[in-house]
């Protein structure tokens, strides 16, 4: 069974970082690629950053030059560090696998960006 887990989100002021992790069960996660989107309420999801199997990044345009996706095929985990975060950075958070199998999503993190 496949299983992804994010955490790390939070409340954070903007200006503020914060750090998501990801960490992926029941799948060969080093052969994947993964990706990050997120949800804000009343909106679609969209792709905020997208990692292949050997590393390659890409990221939506609002969050180049912020946003750093990495991944720790030896640990299973896919991160998403968040800087100069802004308020319309808020919304729920999660992470996808995707395998020839299918694609996997976790629960999501929430991350409010708010003074």
């Known amino acids: 069974q496949v299983q992804l887990v994010e955490s790390g989100g939070g409340l954070v002021q903007p200006g503020g970082s914060l750090r998501l992790s990801c960490a992926a069960s029941?799948?060969?996660?080093?052969?994947?690629?993964l990706g990050w989107y997120r949800q804000a309420p009343g909106a679609e999801r969209e792709l905020v950053a997208h990692i292949s199997s050997i590393g390659n990044t890409n990221y939506a345009d609002s969050v180049k030059g912020r946003f750093t996706i990495s991944r720790d095929n030896a640990k299973n985990t896919v991160y998403l560090q968040m800087n100069s975060l802004k308020p319309e950075d808020s919304g729920v958070y999660y992470c996808?696998?995707?395998?020839?199998?299918?694609?996997?999503w976790g629960k999501g993190t929430l991350v409010t960006v708010s003074s």
């Open positions: 029941g799948i060969r996660f080093s052969s994947n690629s």
């Open positions: 996808a696998i995707f395998s020839m199998t299918g694609t996997y």
